[in-house]
């Protein structure tokens, strides 16, 4: 690869290409069927396939560049270990090395950069496909009942859904530059598509400040407010926040990268989430996507996260994001100030 390409579009470019290898592993693991699932906490879950693409996108990236600073959701001493070579890409991505390089980033080093990566975003809808893959129903009401995840009204909506939720699911890389979002990679292992008659599983959406944003075509938002917010984290104070919105239609969907994606392919105009439970890696990438392409994402009081190494990895005081800067002022506007002050007390 040239290094004349200055780092952060070649950073991009790598993201791109190891983001596309860690959506494989992602599939290869659901195909396999053996999912490892792991509870970290309270309706926070770890699969082998969050393990893995992590572990495939650390190692690829630290070898190219050893300085930055990668930080992945998914704490486990594996990720120090050896990855097998078919895991280590180092390939990138042509289109992406020939953008031309905003001049606010041209001089970036690798010191001044921190990653965030989520290896697999929307993991509760990740393991509630996996029943939607079982063909024989006695064999899916088997997995079910021994499932640590899906109450009977989740498993009944998903026999409805046909193919499950797996669309959900992203791979998100987030470039940040002095603590701010600057760059991002959200790759969705199971979107389908027909390109001639030839069927195509995944693609992969990136974005640069001052750039754009490629990989799909972005549409206007919809005529009508449609908002889109969590499937498996609601509470209280999440629906409240909803409530006030006075929306057209909720679409309730897993993972950030997911609900931004909406946003992008004008599905919905407003991402609301009035609760802690987001973390950096959940939003850095997305954020700077939606940046990209003339968008807007905070908190809940309106402020912008930061994105620096030392940063608390919880987004405590929720995610407000908008296709645009008239209607994030209207959502955020809404909002109660009372909701507001105990989020930030919280
Ligand atoms: N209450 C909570 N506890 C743990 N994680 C939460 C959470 N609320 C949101 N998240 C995390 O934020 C991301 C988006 O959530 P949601 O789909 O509910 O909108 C998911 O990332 P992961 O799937 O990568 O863990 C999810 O786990
Ligand atoms: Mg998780
Ligand atoms: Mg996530
Ligand atoms: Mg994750």
Same mark, same amino acid.
């Given at each position: 690869m040239s290094t004349s390409v200055p780092l952060v579009v070649r950073l991009l470019a790598s993201s791109v290409s190891v983001a596309g290898r860690a959506g494989k592993i992602v599939r290869d693991v659901m195909s396999k069927g053996e999912l490892g699932i792991v509870e970290k906490g309270k309706d926070d879950f770890q699969t082998e396939a969050d393990r893995s693409a992590q572990r495939c996108i650390i190692a690829s990236l630290t070898a190219q560049y050893p300085k930055i600073n990668i930080i992945g959701e998914e704490d486990n001493p594996d990720n120090e270990g050896e990855v097998c070579n078919d895991w280590l890409t180092i390939d990138a991505d042509k289109e992406i090395l020939s953008l031309e390089c905003p001049p606010f980033l041209q #001089?970036?080093? %690798? %010191?001044d950069i921190v990653v965030w990566v +989520? /290896?697999? +975003? #929307?993991t509760s809808e990740y393991t509630q496909g996996a029943l939607m893959l079982k063909r024989d129903p006695w064999e899916r009401w088997k997995m079910y009942l021994t499932h /640590?995840?899906? $109450?009977i009204k989740w498993y009944l909506s998903l026999l409805q859904s046909n193919? #499950?939720?797996? %669309?959900h699911v992203t791979v998100l890389i987030g470039i940040s530059v002095n603590e701010k979002p600057v760059a991002g990679v959200i790759h969705q292992p199971y979107y389908k598509t027909l390109i001639g008659n030839e069927k195509m599983t995944g693609r992969t959406i990136w974005g640069l400040q001052e750039v754009g944003v490629g990989g799909f075509t972005p549409a206007p938002p919809p005529a009508s407010l449609i908002i889109t917010t969590t499937r498996s984290h609601s509470n209280p104070l999440v629906e409240k926040a909803l409530q006030v919105m006075n929306a057209a239609q909720i679409l309730r969907v897993g993972g950030a990268g997911y609900k931004v994606l909406q946003l992008l392919e004008g599905l919905a105009s407003v991402y609301v989430f009035a609760s802690p439970g987001c973390k950096k890696w959940d939003t850095c990438a997305p954020e700077a996507i939606l940046n990209a392409a003339g968008g807007k994402l905070t908190d809940i009081l309106g402020n912008n996260y930061k994105y620096g190494a030392?940063? $608390?990895? /919880?987004?405590?005081t929720g995610v407000l994001a908008a296709v645009n800067a008239d209607l994030h002022d209207y959502a955020l506007n809404r909002i109660p100030q009372e909701l507001k002050e105990k989020l930030a007390n919280k």
């Amino acid at each position: 690869m040239s290094t004349s390409v200055p780092l952060v579009v070649r950073l991009l470019a790598s993201s791109v290409s190891v983001a596309g290898r860690a959506g494989k592993i992602v599939r290869d693991v659901m195909s396999k069927g053996e999912l490892g699932i792991v509870e970290k906490g309270k309706d926070d879950f770890q699969t082998e396939a969050d393990r893995s693409a992590q572990r495939c996108i650390i190692a690829s990236l630290t070898a190219q560049y050893p300085k930055i600073n990668i930080i992945g959701e998914e704490d486990n001493p594996d990720n120090e270990g050896e990855v097998c070579n078919d895991w280590l890409t180092i390939d990138a991505d042509k289109e992406i090395l020939s953008l031309e390089c905003p001049p606010f980033l041209q #001089g970036v080093k %690798e %010191e001044d950069i921190v990653v965030w990566v +989520d /290896p697999l +975003d #929307g993991t509760s809808e990740y393991t509630q496909g996996a029943l939607m893959l079982k063909r024989d129903p006695w064999e899916r009401w088997k997995m079910y009942l021994t499932h /640590p995840l899906i $109450s009977i009204k989740w498993y009944l909506s998903l026999l409805q859904s046909n193919y #499950g939720f797996l %669309e959900h699911v992203t791979v998100l890389i987030g470039i940040s530059v002095n603590e701010k979002p600057v760059a991002g990679v959200i790759h969705q292992p199971y979107y389908k598509t027909l390109i001639g008659n030839e069927k195509m599983t995944g693609r992969t959406i990136w974005g640069l400040q001052e750039v754009g944003v490629g990989g799909f075509t972005p549409a206007p938002p919809p005529a009508s407010l449609i908002i889109t917010t969590t499937r498996s984290h609601s509470n209280p104070l999440v629906e409240k926040a909803l409530q006030v919105m006075n929306a057209a239609q909720i679409l309730r969907v897993g993972g950030a990268g997911y609900k931004v994606l909406q946003l992008l392919e004008g599905l919905a105009s407003v991402y609301v989430f009035a609760s802690p439970g987001c973390k950096k890696w959940d939003t850095c990438a997305p954020e700077a996507i939606l940046n990209a392409a003339g968008g807007k994402l905070t908190d809940i009081l309106g402020n912008n996260y930061k994105y620096g190494a030392s940063v $608390s990895r /919880p987004n405590k005081t929720g995610v407000l994001a908008a296709v645009n800067a008239d209607l994030h002022d209207y959502a955020l506007n809404r909002i109660p100030q009372e909701l507001k002050e105990k989020l930030a007390n919280k």
